[in-house]
């Protein structure tokens, strides 16, 4: 039902920014909760944030809130992830997903979305 694709990431330094960008190519996009996940070398795939098909409703987890912002553009079937005051801390492989029916008490677990991008690498350097 839906495709997913991110791009925007790369090479930063500590305290710059990046956004980045999920293509999403599903005709029902408005329908699906999204998420984003990241996994650094050897840890475990870490969720990041979430947010409602509407954009009305977002979820970060504790590292990343007031850093990073999760927005949508449902028109353009696009997810964004605004990530500011980076640190090293927040290198990883960064993925989209995909989900519906899903709500804030389980947007946290990987195994509640059932469409994956396949990331975009983000390197924060010191």
């Known amino acids: 039902q839906v495709q997913l694709v991110e791009s925007g990431g790369g090479l930063v330094q500590t305290g710059g920014s990046l956004r980045l960008s999920c293509a999403a190519s599903g005709r029902t996009f408005s329908s699906y909760t999204m998420g984003w996940f990241r996994q650094a070398p050897g840890k475990e795939r870490e969720f990041v944030a979430w947010l409602s098909g509407g954009g009305g409703i977002t979820y970060y987890t504790d590292s990343v809130k007031g850093r990073f912002t999760v927005s949508r553009d449902n028109a353009k ?48 350097s010191s």
């Open 77 to 124: 079937k696009m997810m964004y992830l605004q990530m500011n005051s980076l640190n090293a801390e927040d290198t990883a492989v960064y993925y989209c997903a995909a989900a519906r029916y899903i709500t804030s008490a389980s947007a946290a677990s990987a195994a509640s979305y059932n469409y994956w991008g396949q990331g975009t690498q983000v390197t924060v």
